[in-house]
């Protein structure tokens, strides 16, 4: 990990974030703050100025005139054992989840490749733009200790927890209702709120759990306000129906998260691909988010997210890359994917919904946009300096951009982790990209 904390910096270039929702399909709309050559003042952990004049003298300096920075991306959904299986060749859902998942998260059981593989995971976000995430880790209480002090190291906003699987798993990943309690009680207590450590009670998804164990789930969320709720939900048409077998007396799949206290304003569900209209109302009564994870929907075959229906229903959707269904942890490469999934349905996504949807839009998802997910004096100073372009024909697509909104999709479209110039997280640098003698756009 490359880590050199700033006591103060200011950074200049062509700031980029968001004062309100944009909406969905209108590149000219509202909500978007574009600031060209402007200077980002970081003192300690936080943003305490955003200005067009140049600081004083006092202030060291950081000149990046003519890329972007924006705050730091904030992934809502990612696995991160499945850095192992990234592009495993493989059927759908159910069938990859037995084939490549489950073996690569039983490499977990051992502590020292759970802490050397939670160090590579988050460094590797970092290294990506990714300053925030949501994560699974498994069913190993040691796999969640290894990506929490991974994360307090870094100084990252991370919410996770332990996963929850008592059926239809292996078993060798398998625990049980009194076990996982016990586990869970004592992570809760050791992690959470501790830094910048939020927890997550994360049933894997319904058919890994048995009723009493989804119970058991409710019931820590209960006895412990201000916990986070993460899983699965209708995903693939086959898990769907095999909900409706396993838990007939529920109406719908999300209706059996209902029924045992697991929905609520900080419960993020994955993918809501197959959700129905009584599904989005229950969504919007129970303050619950989904997690568009476009680059895996593609990938596992699994359907086409409605994100219009969910936001005309009050839904919060955020961007996730589902690593390891998805095939990159890049959020460049994850909203790309996702505008490809909305234009399927006949819908284009403006660039502004896409990126709000990975920073503002994330952090309010979660609650947290008190902290994060802007460039707003008073909030932690995640933020990321980017390259509009590292090839002459990027370059050149962005010499001849028609206007900002144009510039700013063809590098969504065309971009990945070679345009990171460096992510600071909390104020402290936690990686700068190595300089390359033959990157035209390396300053």
Request: hydrophobic fraction near 45%.
């Amino acid at each position: 990990m490359n880590s050199k904390p700033f006591s103060r910096v200011a950074l200049r270039g062509d700031l980029i974030d968001f004062s309100a929702q944009p909406a969905l399909e209108d590149p000219q709309s509202t909500g978007v703050r574009v600031r060209p050559d402007h200077w980002l003042l970081i003192d300690g952990q936080r943003i305490v100025a955003v200005q067009a004049e140049a600081p004083g003298p006092d202030w060291p300096q950081e000149d990046h005139r003519g890329r972007w920075i924006l705050p730091g991306f904030i992934d809502t959904h990612v696995h991160s054992a499945q850095i192992d299986v990234i592009g495993a060749w493989g059927t759908q859902l159910l069938d990859w989840l037995n084939t490549h998942t489950f073996p690569a998260e039983a490499r977990m059981a051992d502590e020292a490749h759970a802490q050397a593989l939670s160090a590579l995971f988050l460094d590797s976000l970092l290294a990506q733009g990714t300053t925030s995430a949501m994560v699974f880790p498994t069913v190993h209480k040691h796999s969640v200790d290894a990506l929490f002090a991974a994360a307090q190291a870094r100084q990252m906003r991370l919410i996770t927890g332990k996963v929850l699987m008592d059926r239809h798993a292996p078993d060798f990943l398998r625990d049980d209702v009194a076990q996982a309690e016990r586990d869970c009680t004592a992570l809760i207590e050791r992690w959470h709120g501790q830094d910048r450590l939020a927890y997550a009670v994360t049933p894997r998804f319904a058919p890994t759990s048995t009723p009493a164990q989804l119970a058991m789930a409710g019931g820590l969320m209960k006895a412990h306000p201000g916990l986070y709720m993460q899983t699965h939900v209708a995903e693939n048409r086959d898990e769907v129906r095999w909900v409706a077998e396993l838990f007939p007396e529920a109406r719908s799949y999300l209706d059996v998260y209902e029924r045992f206290g697991l929905l609520g304003p900080r419960a993020m569900l994955a993918h809501g691909i197959w959700l129905d209209d009584e599904d989005r109302a229950l969504l919007r009564h129970s303050g619950a988010a989904l997690a568009f994870c476009p680059s895996s929907n593609l990938f596992l075959g699994s359907g086409l997210f409605d994100w219009a229906a969910a936001e005309a229903t009050g839904t919060a959707v955020s961007m996730a890359s589902d690593v390891g269904g998805g095939t990159s942890l890049s959020m460049l490469r994850t909203l790309a994917d996702g505008y490809k999934v909305q234009a399927m349905a006949g819908r284009h996504v403006s660039a502004w919904a896409l990126l709000h949807a990975a920073t503002r839009g994330a952090a309010q998802a979660l609650g947290l946009a008190q902290e994060i997910g802007a460039l707003e004096p008073g909030l932690m100073a995640d933020v990321v300096v980017w390259d509009k372009a590292c090839t002459p024909l990027e370059a050149r697509r962005q010499a001849v951009a028609q206007d900002v909104h144009d510039a700013v999709f063809a590098w969504i479209t065309q971009g990945d982790d070679r345009h990171v110039v460096a992510t600071w997280v909390a104020g402290g640098l936690r990686y700068r990209r190595a300089p390359s003698p033959g990157r035209q756009s390396e300053a």
